[in-house]
């Protein structure tokens, strides 16, 4: 099935600087994909939709500048955090929905996460 | 407003009993609906997903059922095991490729 990799799966960083992280789709090609953020005991909620090629779209209250997202080919979007700040700390999680002609609409797999603690 | 409304929110419950999980989403156009398990540190994973005309599926022991006339879905879990303690969410997604709406999820702890 639709495999999507996620790295790194946690990160340390101290304030102020920038944190990247990947989110691949092995065995599909994604020209969508989309990262959450997740507070503990919470559910998952959406940051930004990611365009292959394209700005992503992102949702209210989300800072563009803040959280850079970069969907520069079909199997892999990038989000960096820029001068991250321990209110950024958090589980960010990304999914791709399979754009192949065989797949289903909106059929999505999420990555496994990754864990942000900034000190 | 597109909500999602998951019951109970955490449940406790003993090695090999059965267990239900409650969902009422008021998303409309509806398209489909899912259910997922996420491990506490790791991201969702899918266990079923039911189309507007099906009202049962099921994946090994978690059987999940759909009613589109009143908007409501459960998933049941059959001969609980410990590693079925996780939070399960269910997720609707509305027609097209609209943004999917989550539930908040329902915390299970399965008890030895």
């Known amino acids: 099935g639709a495999v999507v990799s996620q790295h790194p799966s946690w990160v340390i960083c101290k304030s102020g600087t920038s944190v990247k992280i990947e989110c691949r789709s092995l065995d599909f090609q994604a020209t969508t994909m989309f990262w959450y953020r997740q507070f503990p005991k919470q559910s998952l909620m959406l940051m930004a939709t990611?365009?292959?090629?394209?700005?992503?779209?992102?949702e209210q209250g989300v800072e563009k500048d803040k959280f850079l997202i970069n969907h520069a080919s079909l199997t892999l979007s990038t989000l960096t955090v820029t001068s991250a700040h321990p209110e950024d700390s958090s589980f960010y999680i990304c999914?791709?929905?399979?754009?192949?002609?065989?797949?289903?609409?909106?059929?999505?797999?999420f990555g496994a996460g990754s864990r942000l603690t900034v000190l | 407003k597109n909500q999602v409304e998951q019951s109970p929110q955490s449940l406790i419950i003993l090695e090999g009993k059965n267990c239900t999980l409650q969902?009422?989403?008021?998303?409309?156009?509806?398209?489909?609906l899912r259910w997922y398990k996420q491990d506490t540190g790791r991201g969702p994973v899918s266990l079923t997903i039911?189309?507007?005309?099906?009202n049962t599926k099921s994946n090994g022991r978690y059987t999940a059922t759909l009613d589109a006339d009143t908007k409501q879905s459960s998933l049941h879990i059959t001969a609980s095991q410990l590693s079925d303690s996780a939070s399960y969410i269910c997720v609707v997604a509305p027609t097209g490729f609209q943004k999917l709406v989550f539930g908040t999820g329902t915390r299970l702890l399965v008890s030895p």
């Open positions: 990611s365009n292959e090629g394209s700005k992503a779209t992102y």
């Open positions: 999914s791709a929905r399979d754009s192949g002609p065989t797949s289903g609409a909106n059929v999505l797999t």
């Open positions: 969902c009422n989403y008021t998303v409309s156009p509806f398209s489909n």
């Open positions: 039911m189309t507007f005309s099906e």
